[in-house]
């Protein structure tokens, strides 16, 4: 039986609560908070977690491709105190649930101060005819093969690097 929660990461629907905070008592906040948002789910017999890993072509996690999010620091590329994805998958595992990494794979951004543009890893600055405004939204083109095989790199990355279930 499968009994699991979405936990998104963008726009501090669930978690973090605290964007925008490069301090070490902010970082710490989060962390908290992520330790209860698990505790919860544990609490109430989930089995898994769906974590937002990947919202606007960043990382939730340390990635050799994409820049850090926004919403850990306040800055897109900001390094954060701690690794989002590690901590989550030893909060889950310790508590008998599995992690399943969940990307957005085609969304850069929903408005300009979304765009990392002083991050050298960032598509802006690194593949800017990657993006293609599509409604307001800018998106990875995803007509373009480079576009594609860039997703499944990172989907590898966090394949390679972290323990996740799914």
């Known amino acids: 039986e499968f009994r699991a929660a979405w936990l998104t990461t963008v726009w501090a629907i669930d978690w973090p609560t605290t964007h925008s905070s490069s301090s070490a008592s902010g970082q710490q906040k989060q962390q908290d908070e992520l330790v209860s948002l698990v505790d919860k789910m544990a609490n109430a017999n989930m089995n898994a977690v769906f974590f937002q890993v990947r919202g606007f072509c960043d990382a939730m996690y340390k990635s050799q491709y994409e820049p850090w999010s926004k919403y850990l620091t306040g800055t897109r590329g900001g390094e954060p105190t701690y690794d989002p994805l590690q901590l989550i998958i030893d909060l889950a595992h310790?508590?008998?649930?599995?992690?399943?990494?969940?990307l957005n794979p085609y969304r850069y951004a929903s408005s300009d101060d979304t765009y990392g543009k002083n991050d050298p890893k960032d598509y802006h600055n690194t593949?800017?005819?990657w993006l293609?405004?599509?409604e307001g939204i800018t998106i990875l083109n995803p007509s373009l093969p480079e576009a594609r095989e860039q997703?499944?790199?990172?989907?590898a990355d966090i394949v390679a690097n972290y323990d996740v279930d799914g």
């Open 132 to 134: 293609v405004n599509c």
């Open 151 to 155: 997703i499944c790199k990172v989907v």
């Open 127 to 129: 593949h800017p005819e």
């Open 94 to 102: 310790a508590r008998g649930m599995e992690v399943h990494a969940w």
